[in-house]
Nanobody
Framework: QVQLVESGGGLVQAGGSLRLSCAAS?????MGWFRQAPGKERELTAT????????YYADSVKGRFTISRDNAKNTVSLQMNSLKPEDTAVYYC???????????????????WGQGTQVTVSS
């Protein structure tokens, strides 16, 4: 069983930046970041395939967030710039155990989940 541990959340003013990191205890393939705001469903933010290509972003974060990974360290990061109050949520790291070429946008595609890290953007 692979464990995922997130770090890097916190409180930031609108327009600011944060960088989230997620460390996996073992080999994973597609990795992604989801987020869940109070009273809302969990939604995909960004994903990246196992070879580091084909990054996918939700329209709401496109152009502001960048996902990257380091397979040698089994880590995935999410650089978040130009943050908005509507980005406030608990952010979850997710990873797939399946070596798949698809862009995985559904939470059911992911086998491992982190505990979540809070990101709060003040206006």
């Amino acid at each position: 069983q692979v464990q995922l541990v997130e770090s890097g959340g916190g409180l930031v003013q609108a327009g600011g930046s944060l960088r989230l990191s997620c460390a996996a205890s073992g080999r994973t393939y597609t990795m992604g970041w989801f987020r869940q705001a109070p009273g809302k469903e969990r939604e995909l933010t960004a994903t990246i395939t196992w070879w580091g290509g084909r990054p996918y972003y939700a329209d709401s974060v496109k152009g502001r967030f960048t996902i990257s990974r380091d397979n040698a360290k089994n880590t995935v990061s999410l650089q978040m710039n130009s943050l908005k109050p509507e980005d406030t949520a608990v952010y979850y790291c997710a990873a797939s155990a399946l070596r798949d070429m698809r862009t995985m946008t559904n939470s059911r595609d992911y086998d491992y989940w982190g505990q979540g890290t809070q990101v709060t953007v003040s206006s």
